[in-house]
């Protein structure tokens, strides 16, 4: 599997596993058409049809492609990390049971932690 160069910046949030500040992250307001895909491997992760605001601060989607986002446990942690499901990199956690959308799921996601694939007609 071919991994991108990574910024360090980059480096510590998808492979350090860090949070980038809230509000502050390209696609957090941002809504055009089109396909998220992971920033170290181009694995399609998330469409634009399944974003919304929910005013965290984070790019929020409420279903991720299917098979791409892989949710695990930190004894740590109160909620579950998800990582991309192709090269392991960090995009950020997962939240259920907020009743934000009718999926009742909500994926919190780090903007650098992705690349955006505008649609050819947009």
Known sequence: M???DLTEKEER??????TEMPFSGEYDDFYRRGTYVCRRCDAPLYK?????DAGCGWPSFDAEIPG???RSRN???MWDEITCNNCGAHLGHVFDGE???GKDVRHCVNSISMKFIKEENE
Do not use: A, C, M
């Open 68 to 70: 791409s986002v892989r």
């Open 13 to 18: 949030v998808i492979v350090g596993k860090g």
């Open 75 to 77: 004894f740590l942690e």
């Open 48 to 52: 634009s049809d399944d974003k919304f």
């Open 99 to 101: 009743k934000l959308t």
């Open 2 to 4: 071919k991994l991108n």
